[in-house]
């Protein structure tokens, strides 16, 4: 255990991120890949009365599917990684907040295969589309409430990253839930453009929404500061 502030959460000092970071990635992988499952090839009846290009052509709803919640999932793993290159120490805190958002991660082969499946079904494709929305709304939600406790201490952050400026970047980066937020009111309106609008979102975070500033753009520490920020092991 460690004195200060963290000593009932327990800072894992020892291993750092490396098996957060496996962990992590073994759930991205197995939820991108669970999403392939739900491509189905058509059967040789279907072939024989519609043809074969026009089966496949009738599966659209789970190609266009398939392909935004795999760009959402690939888009999540790439920042999380992101994430983590800035972080030197984990806690309790964080280990919990990272596993709500692989929580949410590992659901989201559910509702892509229910929104490929009611895409074209009328007024139940609205209730598809409403629950995968909401979906990715507790995953925008997810992701903030990791990045808010990886910043709450500086310690578990590299030094050079600046946590004030991370909770200002997260302003930005919590946009898209408004935009997550306003999707499960599209969804009534017209499941198909909500599924755009999606992957509209998921490019959106293709770029960086949590920039860092440098330690040499920041104004000098004070001691006390220094040795908060590099932590109780290199203390004294």
Known sequence: MVAGPNRWWG??????????EAFSDGVFAIAITL???????PTRREAAELGLAHALAREWPAYFAYLVS??????????HHTVFDKVRLVDRPVLFANLGLLLVVSLIPFPTRLLAEYLTAGADSHVAAAVYSATMLAMG???????????RDARLLHEGVDPRAGRKALRRFGLGNVFYLATIGLSFVNATVTLAVHAALAIYYCFDQLPMVAAAERAPRTDGARRAAAGPQDAG
């Open 35 to 41: 999403l392939v499952l739900d491509l189905v090839v």
């Open 141 to 151: 939600i997810a992701y903030a409430i990791l990045w808010l406790a990886l910043t």
């Open 11 to 20: 800072v894992a000092e020892r291993g750092g991120t490396g098996r957060v």
């Open 70 to 79: 795999f760009l959402i999932i690939g888009i999540i793993w790439v920042n």
